[in-house]
């Protein structure tokens, strides 16, 4: 397993809520590129992602080499209506939903990591290679987040 795999994973949501504390709430839904989520869709996303990984990784664990299903993540943000969500409800939802896969990830042994899938746009993956994804993508949304603070900071 990555060594930095269960810190990183449970520094995400930390992260995010020490940008929410400083980023004004009136910038919650200001969209800074039309192409991609506002705060406000961010932590509802990751609120409703987390439990989508975390059953992939069970599935997998449990049925290696089996399919995962994938969704559409401007679908579902629409059919989950994330720009009407409750964002202190949505990260504390974050937060215990992480709780969760890095206990799930933590009972795991070396052996479980390398067990495989089929992800019909990625093509083979590893149990592994999900975890760690999920590293990515907190990254990926924590950057879009800081850059609200560029204001902020001059």
Known sequence: MNPYLLKGLLSGPVAMERLLGVIPVSAYDEALNP???????????LADWEPIFLARMRLVNENPGTSIQVYDEGERAMAQNYGQSDIAERLA???????RTVAFLSGLSPEDFDKP????????????DQANMLL?????????????????LE
């Open 136 to 152: 990515g993508h907190d990254l990926y949304h924590i950057e879009q987040i800081a850059a609200y603070l560029s204001p902020i």
């Open 117 to 128: 899938y089929e992800h019909p746009e990625n093509g083979t993956m590893r149990l592994a």
């Open 35 to 45: 192409e991609r989520f506002t705060i406000r869709e961010v932590v509802a996303h």
């Open 93 to 99: 939802e974050f937060q215990a939903q992480r709780q």
